[in-house]
């Protein structure tokens, strides 16, 4: 067997075992039976014979071994640490003996005090002894489950009876979405800190020999997947082997394993699938009509919508109430439409702002007018009540339709105007408390399944204005965020996605990795709603090592993601990819100028993957120049609380002048008495130092990041150099952390 994918011939034998064990009512395999799988991929497993609870050994059974001693293990889907109640033994190979010994472990095993009920035993497996080392590299698990959302995902780590431990405490296993090249096999196990052992103790054969092992298992996985189009008849759930071995001829060789499995079902084709179809409706749709205005309340929702819709600017704005009459926004009449019917011009979006329970008419009309786009706005769904009746009615009369729905339970959406259109807002949130106002170099989608999360973002993000649009998607019962990430990946307007996820509906997550691995912008996502690993009870050690945000994380780290650990990576990392993404870099050799030694120091600490750069002789000279002799000469400069403004702009210009400096940090402590930083003296002098420093940024082609060590006092200053374009941070590791990411992200880009 080739590294392709398994024929036909082998397939039809997985086939009949998984039929087999179906027709006796089980969703599991026997040991023996893995260990046939395994044998059908070209994995070695140990010579065997499977004896069924209630038979004897005779001397035929015994004929496939030569050994003096058979190691016997209980075959039973209820005990996942067989040794730990005596359900590995080791016998004479002669019939008394083995006999001998499976009647007193048929005896003593389900009484073991562990159990609160007896296990059920399906019989006992004979296994010839294999002599190896339990030390570290020497065994390893390899295993998959399939994850509702992102489906199938195989598994390496450390094996053995103590992998559960090993992977909490020490290294945890690493995950990968199949399908997986070999070489993606490989970096699976070059990831771990187990190959650091292989690597000194020169066993790299080992990782070719594991890597080919996780490879026949990962086509497994993808070929018995519900994710799979071709549909196969029975899906693994969970397959594992714990322990992969080395024997003492350096042969890799499976000896224990344990699979179950599900009949396939019937599944909706376009599951996990993305799908933009009519997704420009929802940002720039040419009518929009609002559901749920009040010709008597402003504070409905659907008027404070409303009046956001007239404050844009927008002439084809349609507003709906069934009982009719009129409202008057911004000193403007306008009448109060009972259906859409009634509107004769074409309708793109409806903005739904009425309760739940009447949203299904709603629905119902909108098909009849067959408008593009839905945001449902209210909700009262499944959410609270658990019932999914009124979901199942909105899909239902959708169906086919090609109209699309964001929500419900959601703000829905904002896109800032441009030369076609005047944009979108829905948030339904008075002006006097939130306003909007995106800067013309506004470049960044968020997608957020929480409103609220959204609506701080907006809110801290006033005076660095670079979100251009703004989706909370709520509910996720058509539109979810791998849809919006491959809609705005095609959006020329935005340079980067931020994400905030709680959870993927089911094919979600899998949906959105491929149009995130497709993506060619960054894309930043939190993961909220994270679990421990091993904080739900599993069947297995694959399931029970390997926690939902770990699999998240993987998946998203797969796809290219850039992963925020804390939310507030979220909008710092999304802050230096608005401002500086479209900067050149050449390199990791980062330069900066700072006017405090411990600001230095902290930012040489937080170097990470970047370089110091070394400057050429002529920048060294030129800044020798310009220096009083107290200041060294260095990469990280310390120009002390003396330098004043010009001498800060001299530096910088010297710096970024430099061939042999990629990027540049900048660090300004603002108390000191020599530089324009206060709110009093910057408004005096309009060339102060967050001028000049604008000014070499835009001037620049390099990636510039700044952070400014200070209190509420300088708000002015720190609000100046966001405004003009310049990634600003609190303190020097954060600013350094976003250029860390900012550079590794377009050198993986070109390799």
């Known amino acids: ?224 997947s519900g994710f799979n189009p071709g549909a196969p008849p029975f899906v693994f759930t969970e397959f594992e082997v714990n322990p992969f071995v080395f024997d003492a001829r350096g042969r890799l060789i499976a000896l224990d394993g344990l699979a179950s499995f599900v009949k396939s079902k019937e599944t909706d084709p376009s599951a996990g699938r993305i799908d933009v179809t009519n997704l420009r409706g929802l940002f720039k749709p040419q009518g929009l009509a609002v559901v749920g205005v009040s010709a008597s309340d402003p504070a409905k929702m659907g008027n ?43 309708v793109d979006l409806v903005v739904v702002a009425v309760p739940a329970k009447m949203t299904p008419h709603v629905v119902r009309e909108c098909k009849a007018k067959k408008v593009k786009a839905v945001i449902l706005i209210p909700g009262g769904f499944q959410e609270v009540s658990g019932d999914s009746t009124l979901e199942q009615q909105i899909s239902e009369t959708l169906k086919g339709t090609g109209i699309r729905v964001v929500g419900p339970n959601c703000l829905g959406v904002i896109y800032a105007p441009d030369k076609e259109t005047p944009g979108v807002n829905t948030f339904f949130i008075p002006q006097q408390k939130l306003d909007f106002i995106p800067s013309p170099n506004s470049n960044v989608a968020l997608v957020t399944q929480s409103g609220a999360m959204g609506v701080t973002f907006l809110d801290q993000l006033r005076h660095a204005p670079y979100l251009r649009a703004l989706v909370s998607y709520g509910n996720q019962l058509d539109v979810d965020p791998g849809d919006l990430v491959a809609y ?108 405090a030694g411990f600001e230095s120091t902290y930012a040489a600490d937080s170097i990470g993957d970047l370089e110091l750069a070394s400057f050429t002789d002529e920048t060294a000279h030129k800044l020798r120049e310009t220096l009083p002799r107290i200041v060294s000469i260095n990469p990280f400069l310390d120009l002390t609380p003396m330098a004043n403004d010009e001498i800060f702009e001299s530096c910088i210009r010297l710096l970024l002048a430099d061939p042999n400096v990629d990027s540049l940090f900048i660090s300004i402590v603002p108390h000191t008495t020599a530089l324009t930083t206060g709110k009093h003296e910057m408004d005096a002098r309009e060339e102060n130092v967050a001028i000049r420093i604008i000014r070499q940024t835009r001037q620049s082609t390099k990636p510039i990041v700044m952070s400014v060590n200070a209190g509420d006092m300088y708000d002015q200053f720190v609000n100046t150099l966001e405004e003009g374009g310049v990634p600003t941070y609190p303190t020097a590791e954060r600013a350094m952390q976003c250029l860390n990411t900012l550079v590794n992200w377009h050198l993986s880009r070109t390799g």
């Open 488 to 595: 705005f990946n095609d959006d020329p307007s935005i340079k980067a996605i931020g994400v905030y996820v709680e959870g993927f509906r089911p094919s979600g997550g899998r949906a959105f990795f491929d149009a995130a691995r497709s993506a060619g912008k960054p894309i930043v996502v939190y993961k909220a709603g994270r679990t421990e690993a091993g904080s739900r009870a599993a069947a297995s050690h694959t399931a029970s090592m390997t926690g939902d945000y770990e699999v998240t994380k993987a998946a998203l780290l797969q796809a290219g993601v850039i992963v925020a650990e804390h939310i507030g990576d979220l909008r710092d990392l999304l802050k230096v990819f608005a401002l500086a993404g479209d900067k050149q870099v050449a390199g990791r050799r980062v330069a900066a100028v700072t006017n």
């Open 1 to 224: 067997m080739t590294a392709k994918d398994i024929p036909s011939s082998i397939t039809n034998r997985i086939d009949e075992i998984l039929a087999c064990a179906h027709r006796e009512g089980r969703e599991h395999l026997l040991e023996h039976e893995v260990y046939e799988i395994l044998e059908l991929l070209e994995l070695a497993a140990p010579r065997h014979v499977f004896i069924r609870k209630g038979e004897a050994v005779d001397e035929e059974r015994l004929s496939p071994f030569d050994s003096s001693a058979v190691v016997i293990k209980v075959v039973s889907n209820d005990i996942l640490h067989k040794a730990r109640v005596g359900g590995v033994q080791r016998a004479a190979c002669d019939v008394k003996s083995l006999n001998a010994t499976i009647d007193r472990m048929a005896r003593d095993i389900p009484t073991h005090p562990s159990f609160s009920t007896p296990p059920e035993v399906a019989g006992f497996l004979l296994v010839e002894p294999v002599i190896y080392s339990e030390a570290l590299g020497n065994e390893s698990l390899i295993g998959f489950r399939e994850n509702l959302a992102f489906g199938p995902l195989v598994s390496f780590s450390k094996g053995g009876s103590d992998a559960e431990h090993f992977a909490r405490y020490y290294s945890p296993p690493n995950v990968k979405l199949v399908p997986l090249t070999l070489d993606e096999c490989r970096s699976l196990i070059h990831e771990t800190r187990i190959f650091l052992k292989y690597r000194e103790e020169e066993k790299l054969d080992r990782v070719e020999l594991l890597a080919n092992a996780i490879y026949r298992i990962s086509r497994l996985a993808h070929l018995y």
């Open 304 to 346: 404070i919508i409303a009046e956001l819709m007239v404050k844009s600017g927008r002439s084809d704005l349609y507003l709906l109430n069934v009982k009719g009459g009129s409202v008057t926004i911004r000193g403007k009449a306008y009448p109060l439409h009972k259906s859409l019917a009634e509107i004769r011009d074409n």
